[in-house]
């Protein structure tokens, strides 16, 4: 069964202290992203990456950073977290070409005190 | 920019009963449609992918169509089970993004 795992399920950290999400996927697609829902806003896109090293900014990059050094994992970063920040984060997959679905991961939940 | 509705925001419906789930989109320029099953506090879970020169997937009880030209998809839920309680999330994909809708809330009661 292919899969998208994200290391945590729940996350609590303090203001200000920079933050590692991680997300690693088995189905070898080329391409990966990072989302977070919020109560009445949907889903948005943070980042996405097409390819090894490769990035690009989403809807909502603002305060956030990505790394993505293999192809199976794509990491997104906190700087410096804020209370803004807390959300659901979801990672998903995808095979490159117009013909395939996502693939998303079970989510973490991050919560900045 | 592709904006996605999904109407009604909430459904409850008794047990055993057929349902309809509605998604429109604004730019029927779209690769494909995609609906999604969503727990509470839990991922994502896809049911069916439609390609854009599809009209319609199956998969158990479950059918979505997709008219393209009109921005409107369905997703039929027969004989409903407790079990389908759930939110349910349609995305359209464009170049290098999902387009979400917000989701209709589905409670099936027993």
């Known amino acids: 069964d292919v899969k998208v795992t994200q290391s945590s399920r729940y996350l609590v950290k303090r203001t200000g202290e920079k933050v590692f999400l991680e997300c690693v996927q088995d189905m070898d697609h080329e391409n990966m992203f990072w989302y977070r829902q919020d109560p009445g806003l949907g889903l948005r896109l943070i980042y996405f990456?097409?390819?090894?090293?490769?990035?690009e900014k989403g809807d909502i990059p603002e305060g956030y950073s990505v790394s993505r050094e293999k192809k199976e994992r794509f990491s997104l970063i906190l700087e410096s977290a804020s209370t803004n920040q807390t959300s659901m984060y979801l990672c998903a997959s995808s095979r490159q070409g117009a013909n395939y679905g996502y693939t998303f991961g079970s989510g973490t939940r991050l919560t900045v005190v | 920019k592709q904006e996605v509705t999904q109407i009604p925001a909430a459904l409850s419906v008794p047990e055993g009963e057929n349902l309809v789930l509605n998604c429109s989109f604004t730019?029927?320029?779209?690769?494909?449609l995609q609906w999604f099953r969503q727990d509470p506090g839990k991922g994502l879970t896809s049911l069916l992918l439609?390609?854009?020169?599809?009209r319609e997937q199956t998969s158990g009880r479950l059918n979505a169509s997709l008219d393209k030209s009109s921005g409107r998809s369905t997703l039929y839920i027969a004989a409903s089970q407790p079990g389908d309680s759930a939110t349910y999330l349609c995305?359209?994909?464009?170049?290098?993004?999902?387009?979400f809708g917000t989701g209709t809330r589905l409670t099936v009661i027993p």
């Open positions: 990456s097409y390819d090894v090293k490769m990035k």
């Open positions: 439609i390609q854009s020169s599809q």
């Open positions: 730019d029927s320029a779209i690769y494909n």
């Open positions: 995305a359209v994909s464009g170049a290098n993004n999902l387009f």
